[in-house]
């Protein structure tokens, strides 16, 4: 290798799931092949983050902490929601103000001894400053 890695995030509906990440890192089976886990993007294939996070922390290079609001499919919640593979209607929210069971996932990656990078992203309607600021005070709060 020329000491480049090269990171596979969970996006998009057909690399999303926590197990299609890890059978392509598999099925890759290069040492510097490895994931940006996306705390948040496991709600859009409505699956559960702490349990998600948790198995595929041995692969990851990059942790990013998003939350979500998530309501039920048959809520009618207003515009500004996405659905997700489910039907579940999901929105950004300020990291930690959401529905993301982030303590759960805290200790996972605290469990883990993941040693590596970490950093929020933020996908709400509030201020991108605002939203920012404060999911990075709720996101190091979940590890003090």
């Known amino acids: 290798t020329k000491g480049i890695t090269t990171s596979l995030e969970n996006h998009g509906f057909f690399v999303q799931s926590a197990d299609r990440i890890r059978r ?3 099925a890759v089976g290069e040492p510097n092949f490895l994931t940006t886990l996306d705390v ?3 709600v859009c294939v409505d699956e559960a ?3 998600s996070v948790a198995q595929n922390l041995p692969y990851a290079m990059v942790v990013h902490f998003k ?3 998530i309501r039920p499919a048959d809520a009618a919640p ?3 929601w996405f ?3 489910g039907g579940k ?3 950004g929210a300020v990291v930690g103000n959401g529905d993301i069971d982030l303590p759960a996932v805290a200790r996972a990656i605290t469990d883990s001894g993941f040693s590596g990078y970490a950093a929020i992203e933020f996908e709400g309607w509030e201020d991108c400053l605002l939203g920012c600021e404060r999911g990075i005070a709720n ?3 979940l590890f003090a």
């Open 83 to 85: 659905r997700s593979r």
């Open 40 to 42: 948040g993007n496991f």
């Open 24 to 26: 392509i890192i598999h």
């Open 139 to 141: 996101a190091k709060s």
């Open 67 to 69: 939350d979500f609001y």
């Open 49 to 51: 983050p702490e349990v």
């Open 89 to 91: 209607h999901l929105r």
């Open 78 to 80: 207003g515009a500004g």
